[in-house]
T-cell receptor, first 115, second 114 residues
Framework: GAVVSQHPSWVICKSGTSVKIECRSL??????MFWYRQFPKQSLMLMAT?????????EQGVEKDKFLINHASLTLSTLTVTSAHPEDSSFYIC???????????FGPGTRLTVT | AQSVTQLGSHVSVSEGALVLLRCNYS??????LFWYVQYPNQGLQLLLK??????LVKGINGFEAEFKKSETSFHLTKPSAHMSDAAEYFC????????????FGTGTRLQVTL
């Protein structure tokens, strides 16, 4: 149980285009989802907290207009990287938390490469 | 504010040797502590967690960790390393009231040699 999927697992896009990453909780409902970014050989950096039906809460320094997060249902959150640039290339990981729980369940990650 | 410190960004052990990965935390309230493992280009897999109760926690793949409040530590150990243990390990902390927001350590890369 408690499986989280991400789609796509990897994506290559051209500079200036937008790309959407999906995070789904497959066997549970998630009132809260988190989006992280991970640079090579570094730890996870929390980008934003996504609560179903409300606006995402972004961490300091994360551009909310660039990284659009939508949590439209209890099993799906999306991260859209708008007008992507090479510096947005990174590994993006989501996690999901069931209601009244504290433990995060992580997705397998999405490798984004912007050329 | 809570924080996590992992001493040693890179640890190398021989196969069959003891694995010890260090984690110290700072939290003004009782913490929930986690150890995760990450293999290349993959997400995080939970190894073990401490919330309340028994301070010695056993996890998957033969790993265990002991919560020591007096030392604010939660070190990860395994009696005998296996080649398949080579990976990145992250310690993380949260506490109730934060909507499960995790604070991660910087990670320790474990290398296992023959």
């Amino acid at each position: 149980g408690a499986v989280v999927s991400q789609h796509p697992s990897w994506v290559i896009c051209k500079s200036g285009t937008s790309v959407k990453i999906e995070c789904r909780s497959l066997d549970f409902q998630a009132t809260t989802m988190f989006w992280y970014r991970q640079f090579p050989k570094q730890s996870l950096m929390l980008m934003a907290t996504s609560n179903e039906g409300s606006k995402a809460t972004y961490e300091q320094g994360v551009e909310k207009d660039k990284f659009l997060i939508n949590h439209a249902s209890l099993t799906l959150s999306t991260l859209t990287v708008t007008s992507a640039h090479p510096e947005d290339s990174s590994f993006y990981i989501c996690s999901a938390v069931p209601p009244a729980h504290y433990e995060q369940y992580f997705g397998p990650g999405t490798r984004l490469t912007v050329t | 504010a809570q924080s996590v410190t992992q001493l040693g960004s890179h640890v190398s052990v021989s196969e069959g040797a003891l694995v010890l990965l260090r984690c110290n935390y700072s939290s003004s309230v009782p913490p929930y502590l986690f150890w995760y493992v990450q293999y290349p280009n993959q997400g995080l897999q939970l190894l073990l967690k401490y919330t309340t109760g028994a301070t010695l926690v056993k996890g998957i793949n033969g790993f265990e960790a002991e919560f020591k409040k007096s030392e604010t530590s939660f070190h990860l150990t395994k009696p005998s390393a296996h080649m398949s243990d080579a990976a990145e390990y992250f310690c993380a902390v949260t506490y109730t009231g934060t909507a499960s927001k995790l604070t991660f350590g910087t990670g320790t890369r474990l290398q296992v040699t023959l």
